[in-house]
C-alpha cells in the first residue's frame, strides 16, 4: 500500500491510500475510488466516520481517499464555500493525478456520512466536477439548526447530472431523521436519477461502518444489522462502475480454451496440448509439478517473466479458435 497526503488548502488535506501493482494482481491495471467525507456537523471531521471508512474500501479494492475539509473549528468565519471548494480540489486533483494513482476512467465514487453527507449531496448537485457515483449516509439534506454551516438548496437543484445515489440510514435517526433520505430520493426518483435506499429498523445517528472498530467503545455503535450497508453499497457500486476482469467472463471472451483454462485441462486436448507446448516447450518439462496441474498459462507467466506478453496473447488467440 502507497500513502499519500496532499495539502489542497491551509485548511484542507487530502488522504489517499493506493493499491500498487502486483504481479500476483495481473488482472488489475486501475481501480476504481472513492472519496470519503467524514461527517461532523461541520465542527469537526469525524475520524470514526475516515479511515475506517476508507480502509473497508481499500479492502475492497478501490483507491480510498479521505478529505478533511474546512469547518468552524479550524476556520471560525468559514462559510459552506470553503469546504465545497475543498471537494472540488480534491475531485480536480484525483482527476489531474489520475494516472498516477491509478484511477480507473469513470468510476470515481464520493460517500458522506451525516454532515459529509449533506457537503457530498451539495457537491454532487451544484459543483462543476462531480463522482460517478454517490453514496449518502445517514445524510443531512433539509434545513437543520444543528450544522455550523448550511448548504445551498439541495433538492431544488437536482438534475439530470446529479449522480445515481445509493442511501442508508435508520429509523431511529433523531439528528438526520428519515425525513433526509426520503426527501432526496423522492427528488432522484422524479428526475429520473437512478438510486438504492435503505432505512434500517433501529439504530442511532452515526453509526459509521457499525462494528466495534468504529464503535468508540459504545455497545449502541456496534449494529450487525445495520453494518450489512457496507456489503450492500459495494455490490450496488459494482453494478454502477464495473467490476475487475475475470478472464473469460466479464473480459469480452468466449473461446472454450485459453490462457486462463487450467494447464492439466488444456494438456488432456491433443490439439490444444500441441499449441502450447509448440509455443512453449518449457511446459513440457513443467507439467509433471503438482501446482502445474492447476495453474493457468497467465499465471505462470507471472513467475516466468520471459514469457513475453506478445507470446501470451498469440498462444491465446490460438486456443479460443478450438472447439
Known sequence: MKLIEVQLTKYATLTGFLHEPSAEMGNIDTHPAILVLPGGG????????????????FAEGYQAFVLDYTHVTKKPDATIEDPMQDVQLALAHLQEHEKDYRIAQHKMAMIGFSGGGHLASASAT??????????LGYPGIVHSDLRALECPDIIESIDEHTPP?????????????PVHPLTFAQAL?????DFEL???????????????????GDKKNVNPIFAQWFPMCIQWLTDK????????????RFGRYGIDTPLNTLLENEEARSIVIGSLPMIAQMQGHPM???ATLRQIQGYVPQISK????ELDAKLQLLK
Open 42 to 57: 461541520f465542527r469537526m471531521c469525524s475520524k470514526r466516520e475516515g479511515e475506517p471508512v476508507a480502509m473497508a474500501f
Open 126 to 135: 451544484h459543483g462543476p466536477l462531480r463522482p460517478d457515483a454517490l453514496v
Open 165 to 177: 445515489t445509493f442511501l442508508f440510514s435508520t429509523r431511529d435517526d433523531q439528528v438526520t431523521p
Open 189 to 193: 426518483d422524479a428526475a429520473g436519477i
Open 198 to 216: 435503505h432505512i434500517f429498523r433501529s439504530g442511532v445517528h452515526g453509526l459509521s461502518l457499525a462494528n466495534s472498530l468504529t464503535s468508540n
Open 241 to 252: 462502475l464495473g467490476d475487475f476482469t475475470i478472464y473469460g467472463v466479464n473480459d469480452g
Open 292 to 294: 502445474m496441474q492447476t
Open 310 to 313: 506478445e507470446t501470451m496473447a
